[in-house]
């Protein structure tokens, strides 16, 4: 079995990627049908050749991007619409994250991508239009598909280009033996086309293992790199990632086996999401990131994982929206008073504390309401994923904490007399009719002098809680609501309007 870190099964949620791309079975592909297959000389006739170039465009651009190629043969009056697109989005048909691809798959998909890719890149005018997606295999043919990427580049045809290189195999089911076959894979495509990768602006990379020195490789030649995202990537485990580069805007790390991942110098970053860690320490830290707004953290804490300190894992980052994920596991932030947490939480405006176990007690997120003073709204979601693992045996073998969910985030207001000024909006998915639910809005009640709207929302359903007919005790009649209602003292805040919305799939 690989060593590699998986987010564990039951706590991912079951989705599958769009199947947008290579699909010719769709309502556009009757097209073709629309254009009489007569001689040339009809086609003086046929009101919909006849339409100017702008609005032919914006139909083929509407089609999937096997149908706009085929466009192409329909006419001499359609053959150069196609080259026209302003984006391109060539994708593998369908993307399953819960299983492997065929070998044949594989070469089948690669096979149709470059078939697109030469059939609208090669034909060309020449313009700074953007490939706004390139999904395809790492293998033999990804090189193909680079170079000819590399010469559209090269003749000014294209503009900006992303990159989502799969792998043969899904994340759940890779070996280190595949990782190192897959980090060499793309590294032979790195060397093969430096070019195209300096014209990159965008990166996904998933399941590869490589070596020390070629991240950095990676980063230094993708220039004008302003996404990146890193699945399942990694240089041996609980090795150290450093991150530098002058462009990177927007960063996503999942199923991260660094030890830890130095976000070193980046001046122009300002969107972080992190999910999901190896590491029993800190897995990550802050250098030169002036602009970082937005952090989103996530994980499944099991029983090796250390609780954090925000003031020690955000360090100088002076972030202003705050996002993070239990995921209806043991709560892993320990609570922190208002000196620890005076530099990174001055400039807080939105936090949402996402999936808290239900068999939490919510007392201790007031932590975050003494130490960002300038916070303007306030989300909690309390919610046990219908797919928890809850087999003691099974929880045990893939090492869940067995402490209970919310050890260890005992915490008491400093000073009874506590006011927040700038807190206006509260939100709670997942409200119940509860004493720890109705103390706790109370609580931030006597605390947010200035607060205007409290929002009591019904918790998340997946198609699985419906089947289950899952209750629960949250307010759905008149008579309740107002119930709960009376429970607050409204006098304290004459203008605050307390909302049940209902929910919307």
């Not at 030469?118 to 997606?133: G, P, V």
């Not at 303007?376 to 209970?404: A, F, G, M, N, P």
Request: proline share 4%; hydrophobic share 40%.
């Amino acid at each position: 079995m690989s060593s590699s870190l998986r987010r564990p099964a039951a706590a991912r949620p079951m989705a599958k990627s769009s199947a947008k791309g290579l699909n010719s079975h769709n309502r556009w592909s009757s097209l073709a049908n629309l254009i009489p297959e007569e001689e040339e000389s009809y086609y003086q006739d046929d009101r919909l050749s006849n339409l100017p170039d702008d609005v032919l465009l914006n139909i083929v651009e509407r089609l999937d991007i096997a149908d706009a190629a085929r466009t192409s043969t329909l006419s001499r009056r359609w053959k150069p619409i196609p080259s026209m697109l302003h984006e391109i989005s060539i994708k593998v048909g369908s993307v399953d994250p819960e299983h492997d691809r065929t070998c044949d798959e594989v070469v089948r998909a690669n096979a149709t991508i470059l078939g697109a890719t030469r059939s609208l890149l090669e034909n060309r005018m020449a313009n700074l239009h953007a490939i706004r997606c390139m999904r395809f295999f790492l293998g033999d043919a990804s090189t193909t598909v680079g170079q000819t990427v590399r010469n559209t580049i090269s003749t000014k045809k294209v503009g900006l280009a992303e990159f989502d290189i799969l792998t043969e195999k899904v994340t759940k089911r890779c070996t280190h033996d595949d990782m190192v076959t897959y980090g060499r894979q793309l590294m032979a495509f790195v060397d093969a086309c430096p070019d195209t990768f300096c014209g990159l602006t965008r990166l996904k990379l998933e399941n590869v293992m490589l070596g020390g020195s070629d991240f950095p490789k990676i980063f230094s030649i993708c220039k004008r790199l302003v996404f990146l995202r890193l699945d399942n990537c990694n240089m041996g485990l609980m090795s150290l990632l450093e991150l530098q580069h002058p462009q990177l805007r927007e960063l996503e790390m999942e199923n991260i086996q660094f030890e830890r991942v130095d976000l070193n110098c980046l001046p122009e970053l300002t969107t972080l999401t992190f999910s999901w860690w190896a590491s029993p320490r800190d897995p990550l830290s802050f250098g030169y990131v002036p602009l970082l707004q937005t952090v989103s953290i996530a994980n499944t804490t099991l029983s090796y994982h250390k609780m954090l300190k925000l003031s020690e894992v955000l360090g100088n980052a002076a972030i202003s929206n705050l996002h993070l994920n239990f995921e209806s596991e043991k709560i892993w932030v320990k609570p922190e008073g208002p000196k620890e947490l005076s530099q990174v939480f001055n400039k807080l405006r939105l936090v949402h504390l996402a999936d808290i176990s239900e068999d939490c007690d919510l007392t201790w997120t007031m932590f975050i309401l003494q130490g960002a003073p300038s916070l303007e709204e306030l989300r909690i979601t309390v919610w046990d994923r219908c797919l928890l693992l809850r087999d003691k045996t099974e929880r045990k073998l893939q090492r869940y904490s067995e402490e209970k969910k919310d050890a260890g985030t005992e915490w008491e207001t400093s000073a009874s007399d506590f006011k927040h000024h700038n807190l206006s909006v509260l939100r709670i998915i997942g409200f119940q009719s509860e004493h720890k639910f109705v103390e706790y809005v109370t609580a931030v009640m006597e605390a947010a002098v200035n607060l205007k709207d409290i929002y009591l929302l019904e918790k998340p359903m997946c198609d699985t809680c419906t089947r289950m007919k899952i209750k629960d005790r949250y307010p759905r009649t008149t008579k309740r609501r107002n119930l709960i209602r009376s429970y607050f003292n409204m006098d304290m805040h004459p203008l605050l309007r307390i909302h049940f919305p209902v929910r919307t799939k």
